[in-house]
């Protein structure tokens, strides 16, 4: 199942509420603000703050 690009006007970052931009590469929604990357599984975005993996400073 693929990821629903609309899903990026209505979804936001559940630590500070942002904008996410969509990786579709390594699957998964980024907060550059936290720097936090929140995984897709199945198509279905994994929005909570304990599943999210940090950024590395090269992305």
Partial sequence: ???D????????CPVC??????DKA????ICKADKLAYP???GIP???ENRALPLNEAV
Avoid: P, R, S, W
């Avoid at 690009?5 to 936001?12: E, F, M, N, R, S």
């Avoid at 509420?17 to 969509?22: A, C, T, V």
């Avoid at 390594?26 to 929604?29: K, V």
């Fill in 1 to 3: 199942m693929a990821f």
């Fill in 5 to 12: 690009k609309k899903l990026l006007d209505i979804v936001a």
């Fill in 17 to 22: 509420k942002g904008k996410l931009e969509y």
């Fill in 26 to 29: 390594a699957q998964q929604l």
């Fill in 40 to 42: 897709i599984t199945d």
């Fill in 46 to 48: 994994v929005l909570l």
